[in-house]
């Protein structure tokens, strides 16, 4: 496939509300993982004809089982992963034919991502983990404001072995908006944390989109936390089996699991 040339970077943000296209439109997506060698290739099939459609501001959870390709959906959105087959338009642009130039222009400007592992540079503070980010962006969010954001301003000096594992999330999260993308991404944000840590997460990641009207998708296996979402998507076997719209979103401090 020829990849076009075409960035994402100078298109204006798709402002929630103003009956534009929504801001992801996926069309028959799918994804097959190959491995092994010739003769002997075994051939995983994560994603299988997947269509959908999240609109700007909208917050979504992908809830699914282990395998249910939740996260390779997720990937393809935030430009992680490249799909096998099928279409994927991010405010009109269709990423399955960017370059990889034009892809990581894409993520750095658009994506924010939280991942259930912190990943944080261990030798650098909190600040520093945060203003890392400052730097390939032309108009971020000040480092310190993003930490003030997440509760974590008390905190920017400290390195993240003199944070909890809460906290150490609570600053990828400050690290993820920064840069102020479009979309949130956030993968298992709460996976690796005990019940109270892992609801005071969800509530950062819910005042982010709530004050700066973020697009958050997040994927769990946790169906508790799917109350909290405009629009709950179902996937099982590479194929979103159904959705679900919540008549009213509950707060993180109503959800118990």
Known sequence: MV?????????????????????????????????????????????????LEVGAGEFVVLLGASGSGKSTLLNILGGLEVASSGSVRYAGTELTTLDEEALTRYRRVN??????????????????????????????????EALDRVGLAPRRHHFPSQLSGGEQQRVAIA???????????????????????????????????????????????????AAMADRVVHL????????????????PSELSW
Not at 3 to 31: C, H, I, M, Y
Not at 114 to 142: C, G, H, K, W
């Open 3 to 51: 990849r076009s040339e075409t960035s994402v970077a100078a298109r204006a943000p798709v402002e929630p509300g103003t009956g534009a296209e929504p801001l992801f439109v996926v069309r028959d997506l799918s994804k097959v993982y190959r491995t092994g060698e010739d003769g002997d290739e075994l051939q995983v099939q994560a994603l299988r004809g997947v269509n």
């Open 236 to 251: 099982g076997d590479g194929r979103i089996q159904r959705e679900e719209r919540n008549a009213r979103r509950a707060s």
């Open 111 to 144: 994506v924010g991502f939280v991942f259930q592992f912190y990943n944080l540079i261990p030798s650098l503070t909190a600040r520093e983990n945060v203003s890392l980010v400052t730097d390939i962006v032309e108009a971020p969010m000040d480092a310190d």
């Open 175 to 225: 690290r993820a908006i920064v840069k102020r993308p479009q979309v949130l991404l956030c993968d298992e944000p709460t996976g690796a944390l005990d019940y109270p840590t892992g609801k005071r997460v969800l509530e950062v990641i819910e005042q982010i989109h709530r004050e700066l009207g973020t697009t958050v998708l997040v994927i769990t296996h946790n169906a508790a936390i």
